[in-house]
């Protein structure tokens, strides 16, 4: 059995490095992972391209939904080929329409605009019909689905991560993300199916002056400040990798 994929999210260059360095075979470039992941600066983009694995942008210009005006697809345009000029491995994106749909037109402009392969993300989790919606990205031309099986926790959305695999049947790879950690990777590799595994590994550094004025003014919490751990992203690896062993 070959080695499986491991994406980590991030939201800073010092994170993108540690999880490179630790084991991620994949970046996921977001700003504010606070609020789900959002579209990262150019010139965060340009430094990450000097990682040594493959770097895919998040193309989210806001936080909530995945309903888009022609304003916000513009913008997405604009960013989808900032990350290809800084010289990106990808893309993450997606979209869906007033009725929980994929948005398909717009995705299939999306893809068409750039020679990057991309992700589809977590707004297939809205989706209304979500084996139509593995379907539609197939034909659309992704590389991947990220899902949590449209539950809050992938470890929760089992069944659906097997039905995505089934439905996939090979022709798109189905990657599990949302509370994925060392604990649980085993669980949700061996009854879902899914060929990747997706996770922020994050801890929370608590700040050496608790009250100091960042924190009084609300900039920072009083918990600490959220960012990539080295030996959670090397924890999750090993799990996967003795996954992988026992499979063979």
């Given amino acids: 059995m070959t080695r499986i994929p491991l994406e980590v999210c991030v939201d800073t260059l010092e994170g993108a490095w540690t999880a490179a360095e630790n084991g991620a075979d994949r970046i996921e470039l977001c700003a504010a992972l606070s609020e789900g992941g959002l579209t990262p600066s150019q010139g965060f983009m340009v430094a990450a391209a000097r990682l040594p694995v493959p770097v895919y942008a998040m193309i989210r210009p806001r936080s909530g939904n995945f309903e888009y005006s022609d304003l916000e ?50 707004a ?4 209304r019909d979500y084996e139509k919606a593995i379907e539609d990205a197939i034909t659309l031309g992704f590389e991947r689905v990220l899902t949590s099986g449209q539950a809050s926790k992938a470890e929760r959305g089992l069944s659906l991560l097997q039905q995505a695999v089934n439905v996939a049947a090979g022709r798109i790879s189905i990657m599990a993300g949302s509370g994925v950690t060392a604990a649980n990777a085993s669980q949700i590799l061996k009854r879902s199916g899914v060929q990747e595994l997706h996770a922020s590994c994050s801890s929370v550094k608590p700040l050496p002056e608790p009250q100091d004025l960042e924190t009084r003014l609300g900039f920072v919490s009083e918990a600490g400040i959220k960012d990539t751990d080295g030996n959670i992203v090397q924890a999750l690896r090993h799990a996967m990798d003795q996954f992988t062993e026992a499979a063979a």
Wanted: hydrophobic residues 45%; charged residues 20%.
């Fill in 73 to 122: 697809k513009a913008l997405m345009l604009r960013d989808i080929h900032a990350a290809e000029n800084a010289g990106l491995a990808g893309i993450v994106i997606g979209a869906v329409d007033s009725q929980h749909n994929l948005d398909r037109d717009f995705l299939a402009t999306s893809l068409d605009s750039t020679r990057l392969p991309a992700t589809l993300h977590r």
């Fill in 124 to 127: 297939i989790d809205t989706a």
